[in-house]
């Protein structure tokens, strides 16, 4: 067996969406809180949030209702069926993390552990790894990404205003070596803790 997280800073915590009795999402009743130096605008179901990190946009499904308010964002679902229920939690979840997205941005942190594991910035292009393979990995950012490197090149800071851009990309990296569970080398989530299993002891 194997626990592990994300290491993604300032997001959500991944939860299954708790309802209410009446059914309705505790997460999508709450408001979306709109900081200081956000700009966000809404056209009909696309939501446009500008920030110090940058500007994104998504368009939500037609069940949920967007609503501004005074430096708030309300989102309501617009029927009460099980969909909708869903929708509405997910939605609210997905506003919020637009807007904490352009406000300050998401990190996740990799941790390479492994005799000549290393990575290397390929300009501001992407990141080349040497993970063990007879030839390096070349990795090229989604936009938005960038990546802080320590001397080493074995802690890797990889930063967006995109949540799930920046995740998927640190998943894609550590994929071509998850963590084994004998040495635990490999591609690690910083703070990730591996179940090791003992190897093969000798006669």
């Known amino acids: 067996a194997m626990a592990a997280t ?35 605008k809404l056209n009909g179901q696309t939501l446009t949030a500008k ?21 708030v964002l309300n989102v309501k679902k617009r029927a009460e069926t099980r969909q909708a229920k869903e929708l509405h939690g997910l939605s609210r979840a997905l506003a919020n993390n637009l ?32 993970l063990g393979f007879s030839h390096d990995v070349e990795m090229e950012f989604p936009e938005g990404v960038t990546a802080e490197l320590d001397k080493q090149g074995v802690n890797i800071k990889l930063s967006s205003a995109n949540k799930e851009t920046v995740t998927q990309f ?3 990296i550590r994929k071509y070596r998850p963590p084994e569970p004998y040495k635990g080398k490999g591609v690690h989530y910083l703070g990730e803790q591996i179940l090791r299993k ?4 000798g006669k």
């Open 170 to 172: 640190a998943a894609d």
């Open 51 to 71: 920030g110090p990190k940058g500007e994104l946009s998504r368009t939500f499904h037609e069940l949920v209702e967007l609503e501004m308010g005074d430096n």
């Open 99 to 130: 807007v904490v997205g352009v406000h300050e941005g998401f990190d996740v942190n990799l941790q390479l552990i492994g005799v000549g594991y290393r990575a290397k910035m390929n300009g501001s292009k992407g990141l080349t790894l040497s």
């Open 198 to 201: 003992e190897g093969k002891k």
């Open 6 to 40: 994300t290491g993604v800073t300032r997001s959500l915590n991944s939860r299954r969406l708790v309802t209410t009795r009446a059914g309705e999402s505790r997460i999508g009743k709450q408001p979306v809180m709109i900081p200081q130096g956000v700009d966000v």
